[in-house]
């Protein structure tokens, strides 16, 4: 009997285990839990260390992608605070420190000894000639009395541009008649005498003429960036005084004008990019063959190892090849014309973005294919200050003033007893830049600095148009 109750208690129990929270539950009631006794150690005023942690805090806006259970939330549209790198936008996308203004570039002054006309100057050329002549008289006594005179007069002419010598002979012949007796005489004279004179332009050998007709337009610093960019460009240059340190008092003061014109489109997703550009010259100052001319194209090759969207930092190399394609330069003082060989120029340049400040740079070594060329070492630094800048589409979006740094090394030829020659340089850029949505405007003054002062001063304006 007593078995059969503990029987009828061990089932029931089991069943309330079973059946109990499923009809709790049903009937939603709540079954409370006992708590733990806290341990002897414990002080009663802390809280008991079985109490779990608080929850972490969730994050401020939802992302149904990494949590399902939090709803997403949009946030709010708050002003954007100030770029570091920039402040106009590619339409609202890149900074505007993606594209830092290009560096101004310099002149570098490669001369040579030419003829060079003197302008305003002449030279006068005489004309020698030689004069005969020759009487004879007949008299008859009594009778009419003719005396016959004939005059030659034989003239040497010398032209200019080296022709050869001709003659130019004149004869006259006068008869006289007289009623008086004379006994026959005959005489013969003949005299050398200036018959004329023609002017020419006056010539002179002067080592230390600007070459700037063939030398221009090729160096890696000409409004040119180490970031690959799609743009459209042109640079005009003036130089003042070009090479006074060489050049006699009779030659007035000469002056370089520069136009070029390139362009330039990227590929590999912006990470390279091939570009071309044309320069033209005006030499004002002498007249010489190579004054004003069409300068050589250059082809631009240009790939960018590092170019972090995010910094505006760049690290890349590249290759600008000068091909022959310009006019002829002209004559040197031995007659030989002016190398005019393919100019290989490597070169590695870098952008760096502080908050406010970037700095840019150039390295490049010409390497000519004819060993009467120069072997040139280029090596340009750049910094500029974001004085100017805003994140909203407005027209005016940076004012960036810079100043450059440039050291010109020749590696060869550096002596005026070479034909052609160059001397060491440094040159010193200043200038601002004024930068709009897509277009960029720069201005700037050039002045040498250490060595030969090449050139008085020099000005630039440039221009860029990104697409």
Not at 357 to 362: E, H
Request: with cysteine; proline share 9%; charged share 15%.
């Amino acid at each position: 009997m007593i078995l059969m109750k503990q029987s009828y208690l061990a089932l029931w129990l089991s069943f309330a285990m079973i059946a109990g929270p499923a009809f709790a539950e049903e009937q939603q009631l709540i079954i409370p839990v006992s708590k733990p006794r806290l341990p002897r150690y414990a002080v009663p005023d802390c809280p008991p260390s079985w109490q779990p942690s608080p929850p972490a805090e969730l994050p401020k806006f939802g992302d149904p992608k990494t949590d399902p259970k939090l709803p997403a939330v949009e946030p709010k549209n708050e002003p954007a605070g100030p770029n570091q790198l920039a402040g106009a936008t590619e339409t609202g996308t890149q900074p505007g420190a993606m594209f830092n203004p290009t560096m101004f570039g310099d002149l570098i002054g490669i001369s040579g000894c030419r003829i060079v006309t003197i302008p305003n100057s002449f030279t006068t050329i005489p004309i020698f000639g030689t004069s005969t002549t020759n009487s004879n008289s007949v008299v008859t006594t009594n009778t009419t009395n003719t005396t016959n005179t004939t005059t030659t007069v034989t003239t040497t002419v010398v032209p200019p541009d080296e022709q050869p010598p001709f003659d130019v002979i004149v004869t006259t012949s006068t008869d006289t008649v007289t009623n008086t007796n004379i006994v026959t005489n005959t005489a013969n004279s003949s005299t050398t005498q200036q018959v004329g004179s023609y002017q020419v332009p006056t010539t002179q050998k002067i080592c230390g003429v600007p070459i700037v007709a063939r030398y221009n337009g090729f160096k890696v610093t000409d409004n040119e960036t180490p970031r690959p960019v799609d743009r459209v460009y042109v640079t005009y240059n003036n130089f003042q005084d070009v090479n006074r340190a060489y050049l006699p008092a009779t030659i007035p003061s000469v002056t370089v004008q520069r136009q070029m014109v390139g362009f330039e489109k990227t590929y590999m997703g912006g990470d390279a990019s091939i570009g071309m550009r044309l320069p033209y010259i005006q030499v004002n100052g002498f007249s010489d063959p190579g004054s004003n001319i069409v300068g050589d194209l250059n082809i631009l090759f240009k790939y960018a190892w590092i170019n972090n969207p995010q910094t505006g930092n760049v690290f890349s190399t590249g290759m600008i090849l000068t091909l022959p394609t310009g006019n002829s330069a002209g004559l040197l003082a031995d007659g030989s014309e002016v190398p005019h060989s393919t100019l290989f120029q490597p070169w590695a340049g870098f952008i760096y973005n502080f908050p406010r400040i970037y700095v840019q740079g150039f390295t490049s070594l010409v390497a000519p294919t004819d060993s009467r060329d120069l072997t040139i070492l280029f090596n340009s630094i750049s910094a500029g200050y974001w004085l100017y800048r805003t994140n909203q589409n407005q027209l005016l979006s940076a004012i960036v003033p810079v100043v450059e740094v440039h050291v010109n090394t020749p590696l060869n030829h550096r002596t005026q007893d070479d034909i052609i020659f160059f001397k060491d340089q440094v040159n010193l850029t200043a200038g601002v830049y004024t930068m709009f949505r897509r277009l960029t405007v720069g201005a700037a003054i050039g002045v040498p600095v250490v060595g030969p002062r090449m050139y008085d001063y020099e000005a630039i304006v440039n221009a860029n148009l990104r697409f």
